[in-house]
């Protein structure tokens, strides 16, 4: 049938069809597939790889209105960055429910806000609609304290005047405005369960990690990495860059010692605790254990109390310390793990992926903890602004090595976004000799660490005399505002103040001398 026929080929070519393989192609390669994987069967995929190829059938159907809810769980960096660009472009409607902050800034244009029941809506990314609402949340507070007084006042005057013939009229008209005035609700985020990571009992000297010319993987014959001359410092925070498959989580298990190098060596501190965190170990929990018992294994000699204090350490209320693990929701369960790893106060925290199932309040409470932790922090995570908050250096794992990445995130987001730029010589050829120059990038920035050494060192004696003097005048503060200070002898209280007076102007010149050493230290190191 003629007719039949011109009507199908109408109908493919309105659908595309011609550029279906390609857009597939192009959809899944985005989401970190290879060309192997992409024709191989689904059925050799692990869990969350399928879920990439589900979420790669959804983009290409290009619906009229896109559902995504929470589509970046299971991807990496790269996939995430591919994944913004590609919403930011879709020719259609979309509905994204997210936690991941920059997703929300780069690739919706308004947030609709669930709170108490009720749906606001708001124009403009994620960061615009959190500065409305603190905006709304500090008006809604000054209307509140506002008719509280007025309120106060009302009260007031009907108790005063109420029993009083001449002002009973006015005391019954002011009794019906009170009973007419609209309480104001003000607005109030729900409470932000804190991490806490324990200290380290000791401290390390630098480094605590140590390589040279280090290769790992799980067959000698066939190396996942090899040539890593890296080192790690105790207050280091490295995020690690770079696709799955190309190596960052068997990098991580041979810092943390659970893999051996093939060959070179790999020196790590004596007595270095490290604490490792990945989203596999959550099956690890034990179901029927509560967070309490879990804890418990922990303390066998502690009291139910100090067992207590210490499941509430890690941001769990008292009724979610005697939930079993298989009833705690996912961000709960890795909470619980995160407690767990970091138990005994770890020198190196190793965290792969952490954010997942985290909502962006949880994610900006582990923010502040890993700000708070001293010790040194590995991140193997898709969440830009964890790595833009907590992360001074960034490593990229590619090309079978790992190595320094001489940039930021926002140069490596264009690097995934537009492809790597081919260096050419004035001759037009490539470059030659990339090995040897890429060793003499590793050697001089091991020697330009070496020789910062110095300066990370005054710096952290300037922060324990900051610390101590702050201290000292919190401690003079209060023996100045006890009045039994002053009842005896007068030149004790004027010791006091001068002594006060000293203290601050030493704080105000330590405060000087931190920064002016910080400020040289950032300029050695861009150097």
């Not at 990571?197 to 090899?226: C, H, Q, W």
């Not at 790690?232 to 925070?237: E, G, M, N, V």
Request: one cysteine or more; aromatic letters at 6%; glycine letters at 6%.
């Amino acid at each position: 049938d003629p007719t039949r026929i011109a009507d199908i080929q109408m109908r493919l070519a309105d659908i595309d069809a011609h550029s279906a393989e390609a857009r597939a192609a192009i959809i899944l390669a985005g989401l970190g597939f290879d060309e192997a994987t992409q024709a191989g069967p689904c059925s050799a995929l692990s869990g969350g790889w399928r879920m990439r190829v589900a979420l790669a059938a959804v983009l290409f159907a290009e619906p009229d209105l896109l559902l995504l809810d929470e589509p970046t769980n299971y991807l990496d960096l790269e996939g995430t960055i591919w994944l913004e660009s590609y919403l930011a472009r879709y020719p259609r409607s979309v509905l994204l429910i997210s936690h991941d902050r920059d997703l929300l800034n780069k690739s919706v244009d308004s947030i609709v806000h669930l709170d108490a029941g009720k749906l606001t809506y708001y124009r403009g990314g994620y960061d615009r609609f959190n500065r409305q609402r603190r905006e709304q949340q500090a008006l809604q507070l000054k209307m509140k304290k506002k008719q509280d007084d007025q309120r106060r006042h009302m009260e007031e005057f009907v108790e005063r005047f109420r029993s009083k013939a001449s002002k009973a009229r006015q005391a019954q008209s002011r009794l019906k405005a009170l009973s007419k005035l609209e309480p104001i609700i003000s607005l109030a985020d729900s409470t932000m369960l804190p991490f806490s990571f324990p200290e380290p009992a000791k401290k390390l000297a630098p480094p605590i990690v140590a390589m040279e010319n280090a290769s790992v993987g799980y067959d000698p014959a066939r190396p996942v990495l090899t040539g890593l001359d890296l080192r790690i410092d105790d207050d280091d925070r490295i995020a690690l860059l770079g696709s799955n498959g190309n190596g960052k989580s068997t990098f991580a298990k041979l810092i943390a010692g659970r893999l051996d190098p093939f060959s070179g060596s790999v020196r790590r501190a004596h007595n270095m605790q490290v604490a490792y965190f990945a989203q596999h170990q959550l099956d690890e929990l034990k179901p029927d254990q509560t967070p309490y018992d879990h804890v418990r294994e922990l303390m066998r000699d502690a009291t139910e109390a100090q067992t207590r204090a210490r499941v509430g350490a890690m941001g769990f209320v008292r009724t979610k310390m005697d939930t079993p693990a298989k009833n705690l929701s996912g961000g709960e369960k890795a909470r619980l793990l995160l407690g767990l790893a970091t138990f005994n106060g770890a020198h190196l925290l190793i965290l792969d992926e952490p954010t997942n199932h985290l909502d962006i309040d949880s994610r900006e409470a582990l923010v502040q903890a890993l700000a708070d932790y001293s010790g040194a922090v590995i991140l193997i995570t898709h969440d830009q602004h964890l790595i833009e908050a907590s992360a001074d250096r960034l490593w990229l794992v590619a090309n079978g090595t790992t190595e320094p990445f001489d940039g930021d995130v926002a140069d490596y987001r264009r690097l995934v976004v537009e492809g790597p730029r081919k260096k050419k010589s004035s001759n037009g050829a490539a470059p030659q000799n990339r090995k040897v120059a890429a060793q003499d990038r590793r050697r001089n920035a091991a020697d330009a660490r070496a020789q910062t050494a110095a300066l990370r060192k005054k710096i952290k004696e300037t922060e324990s005399l900051v610390a101590k003097l702050q201290k000292e005048i919190q401690a003079l503060d209060s023996r100045l505002a006890d009045t039994t200070l002053y009842n005896g002898d007068a030149t004790k209280a004027a010791d006091h103040a001068r002594a006060r007076s000293d203290a601050t102007k030493k704080l105000a010149e330590a405060e000087e001398t931190w920064l002016k050493l910080s400020a040289e230290h950032e300029t050695a190191q861009a150097d």
